[in-house]
């Protein structure tokens, strides 16, 4: 995972400018020229950082517990990890989840142990920690309650799906925010400080340049970087997006970001906002999400969420599936989009749902009673002897087409299960239930 370099001091007066600093290999990235010196000079974590949240007690108190930062890329995880190794006076220890193994944390462990005798704690930064396997997210726990390293851990995945019970107990997590437009815009006027000139940029492509970090500071930082040295008149926006490389939006297929926007979906067509739908539909596809996988989802909704309220809803996801099958992208997606606005429109109930979901808790507590005699069939002499089929009344003879007859076992009394709203056709589902259950009561004396 990058690290970011999302906040920046004041930025100097422009007869103040810094010299570029040069390494063995060349000047320094901007990012790395614009990293923050002191805990203070970070922006957009002011949750975290300010004096009365959790971070800033800690460093008043001099008392700093094993973290977890959980938060997307470019928002300041290992930057703000440094300077509370700066501020604590402790020993600053970095490693990446995907790239170490049990053989360099047994190295990192002894040389912790040794500096823990001599009176000096470890801050062990863990880079993408959710990368490591149980067996090696437990080998921290023992040097953690000794004292011997203070962890703090980055992710950018839930912790609360992605660590161990045992490890999360002994830590805090806390949550790292994307920069919103106000620390995306102060690190703008620092990168321009630092530059000693504005950008080549008009206003509008100003604020594309914003939209296209997406919250991430080091990203905008890179974008920067390949408008900088453009020579000629200021860009404007179409400009701007013909020159720049777009980062690809920030979405992992199997993580959190596939689960929250699929979530995303799935709730504004619950929520009857055809809008919304389209915009997480049209997100999900541009971040590479299968569509296959989005057609499916959708027929899901149009079972789970509007059912037999609108019965044309689940053949439309269907047929939406199958033009997708034979157009592929990118004509095909049409279909998945007409899909969602019509889902998103169509009346809902989770009556068939909320049903079949207690039919099934039911069938569990009574699974060893048998079906009533009077409904078996009977193929064989000993069969109708022992009553099987003795007594049952064929519902097509009946004048009204119902008998009225029990269908549960004998050991329990019927039930109701379907309750049918009053939204689109189960409005008329309701009406015949409801004629349906009186008929049978009737007949049954009741």
């Known amino acids: 995972m990058a690290d970011l370099f999302d906040s ?18 060349g000047p320094q990235p901007l990012a790395e020229r614009l990293r923050p010196q002191r805990l203070a000079d970070v922006v957009g974590q002011d949750h975290i950082l300010a004096e009365d949240a959790p971070l800033g007690r800690m460093i008043t108190e001099k008392r700093l517990s094993s973290l977890i930062f959980w938060g997307p890329p470019g928002v ?41 005798g001599n009176g000096r704690a470890t801050l062990l930064f863990v880079d993408e920690i959710h990368r490591f396997n149980k067996a090696q997210q437990d080998a921290f726990l023992p040097h953690m309650e000794a004292g011997v390293i203070v962890l703090v851990g980055a992710t950018t995945e839930n912790p609360s799906f992605e660590l161990n019970s045992a490890l999360l107990s002994r830590a805090s997590v806390l949550t790292l925010r994307r920069l919103d437009e106000a620390a995306l815009r102060r690190l703008l006027s620092r990168a321009e400080a630092e530059l000693d000139r504005p950008l080549p940029l008009s206003d509008p492509a100003r604020e594309t340049l914003l939209s296209l970090a997406d919250g991430d500071g080091r990203t905008l930082l890179n974008l920067i970087e390949q408008v900088m040295d453009i020579p000629g008149p200021p860009l404007d926006a179409a400009d701007l997006f013909t020159l720049l490389t777009r980062r690809a939006p920030v979405y992992d297929k ?37 569509p296959h ?32 099958e034979r157009l592929g992208s990118p004509e095909g997606e049409l279909a998945l989009a007409q899909t969602a606005i019509y889902l998103a429109m169509a009346p809902k109930s989770n009556a068939a749902y909320v049903a079949f979901r207690a ?21 064989t002499s000993f069969m109708k002897k022992e009553g099987f089929g003795a007594g049952y009344n064929y519902d097509h003879d009946m004048l009204d087409g119902v008998s009225g007859q029990t269908y549960f076992p004998v050991e329990v009394q019927d039930q109701s299960f379907y309750r049918p709203t009053q939204r689109g056709e189960e409005q008329e589902h309701s009406e015949r239930l409801a004629y349906l259950r009186r008929k049978r009561d009737s007949k049954k004396g009741r």
Request: charged content about 25%.
């Open 8 to 25: 920046l001091p004041e930025p100097p007066k422009a007869s103040s400018k810094r010299e570029v600093k040069a390494t063995s290999s």
């Open 76 to 116: 300041g995880k290992t930057t703000i990890a440094r300077l509370l190794a700066e501020a604590t006076e402790m020993a600053f220890v970095q490693l990446s989840a995907i790239f170490s193994g049990v053989a360099e944390l047994k190295k990192i462990f002894e040389a912790a142990k040794l500096r823990h």
């Open 254 to 290: 199997t993580g959190d970001g596939h689960y929250g926007l699929i979530s995303a979906l799935h709730k504004s067509v619950r929520g009857s906002d055809p809008d919304a739908a389209l915009y997480w539909l049209a997100r999900m596809l541009d971040a590479g999400e299968d």
């Open 293 to 324: 996988y989005l057609a499916r989802r959708l027929l899901r909704m149009a079972i789970e969420d509007i059912g037999l309220a609108d019965p044309r809803a689940q053949q439309i996801a269907l047929d939406g599936w199958e033009t997708y």
């Open 359 to 379: 039919a099934k808790e039911y069938a569990v507590e009574t699974g060893s009673y048998a079906p009533p005699k009077h409904i078996l069939n009977a193929p």
